[in-house]
């Protein structure tokens, strides 16, 4: 059984820092793409930024610069630097595994808010 757990989030004035961390178990964690998405209230869901088993980052243009995704494959666990926050990041981030087509679905974890206060 696949799980993602997210924590980290919390309260931070604009300008300020968060690191979000994941922490996944059932399954071989370094043999997979990792991804945050979020959601900000009454908005679709947004993907944010993405971090290959080879250790490729992309990143959504209104964050790149400004967060990084990292991981520790002996931990399994993803991060995202959040530096500079804006109001506008405020959002539940989630952790996922992207699903592989005709393999296997995504995953997701249950998410951490993030509220940033102008």
């Known amino acids: 059984q696949v799980q993602l757990v997210e924590s980290g989030g919390g309260l931070v004035q604009a300008g300020g820092s968060l690191r979000l961390s994941c922490a996944a178990s059932?399954?071989?964690?370094?043999?997979?793409?990792m991804a945050w998405f979020r959601q900000a209230p009454g908005k679709q869901r947004e993907w944010v930024a993405s971090?290959?088993?080879?250790?490729?980052?992309n990143y959504a243009g209104s964050v790149k610069g400004r967060f990084t995704i990292s991981r520790d494959n002996a931990k399994n666990t993803v991060y995202l630097q959040m530096n500079n926050l804006k109001p506008e990041d405020t959002a539940v981030y989630s952790c996922?595994?992207?699903?592989?087509?005709?393999?296997?679905?995504?995953?997701w974890g249950q998410g951490t808010q993030v509220i940033v206060s102008s």
């Open positions: 059932g399954i071989i964690f370094s043999t997979n793409t």
């Open positions: 971090l290959t088993s080879g250790g490729s980052p």
């Open positions: 996922n595994i992207p699903k592989i087509l005709n393999f296997r679905p995504d995953y």
